[in-house]
């Protein structure tokens, strides 16, 4: 079946200590979402990528930094986690044009989650 | 400014009765409005998606409505399950940009 896959599903890493959150997609959907998602909140666009081009969001804190190698795959990295970025991460995918007018449907992967010890 | 509100916050119900979950919206100009399922620990899982001209979209037990005048989405919830226990969220597309306005969700909590 075609998903979005992230992992790992579950992340604990050290106060400072940089971290990687994978995603993968078989939908070949050209634009690719990451968002940040804290306990009884709403999920927060931290940037996204329309093909090759990258967009961040302007309250994106430096900290976070994304990488799309390909098509299917696309890396959020927290360069110097700290507490406060304890969170759930999702990842979505959707087929839409470079200002977002098709209005597709984004599909969501089931989220990383995040624990900063 | 663009804003999704729902209400309630929270909600519990028993297993086999009926829940109706609301969402107002300021979002302009209004391309649609999605309603998600998001299951402890996964990610949201569209349940119906409703246009300007649409005002009732079904997917099994789920109903949703839309008033585009009043700018309100209902979410009604027929002969509840045990498996329903999610939270559900409201998300508003604008027609000028492809982010997306979300709400803040309401849990809810189906007991036997």
């Known amino acids: 079946d075609a998903m979005v896959i992230q992992n790992p599903r579950y992340q604990v890493t050290q106060f400072g200590k940089p971290v990687t959150l994978s995603c993968s997609q078989t939908l070949n959907h050209n634009v690719m979402y990451w968002y940040q998602q804290k306990s009884s909140q709403a999920p927060k666009l931290l940037f996204h990528y329309y093909d090759k081009d990258f967009n961040n969001e302007a309250d994106t804190p430096d900290n976070f930094q994304s990488r799309r190698p390909n098509t299917s795959f696309c890396f959020l990295d927290i360069r110097s986690p700290g507490l406060g970025d304890a969170a759930m991460y999702l990842c979505?995918?959707?087929?839409?044009?470079?200002?977002?007018?098709?209005?597709?449907?984004?599909?969501f992967g089931p989220g990383t989650r995040l624990t900063v010890l | 400014k663009n804003q999704v509100e729902q209400s309630p916050q929270s909600l519990i119900i028993l297993e086999g009765k009926n829940c109706t979950l609301q969402?107002?919206?300021?979002?302009?100009?209004?391309?649609?409005l999605r309603w998600y399922k998001q299951d402890t620990g996964r990610g949201p899982v569209s349940l119906t998606i409703m246009t300007f001209s649409e005002n009732t979209k079904s997917n099994g037990r789920y109903t949703a409505t839309l008033d585009a005048d009043t700018k309100q989405s209902s979410l009604h919830i027929t002969a509840s399950q045990l498996s329903d226990s999610a939270s559900y969220i409201c998300v508003v597309r604008p027609s000028n940009t492809g982010k997306l306005i979300f709400g803040q969700g309401t849990t809810l909590q189906v007991k036997p």
């Open positions: 979505a995918t959707s087929r839409d044009s470079p200002r977002g007018l098709l209005h597709n449907e984004q599909f």
């Open positions: 969402c107002n919206y300021t979002v302009s100009p209004f391309s649609n």
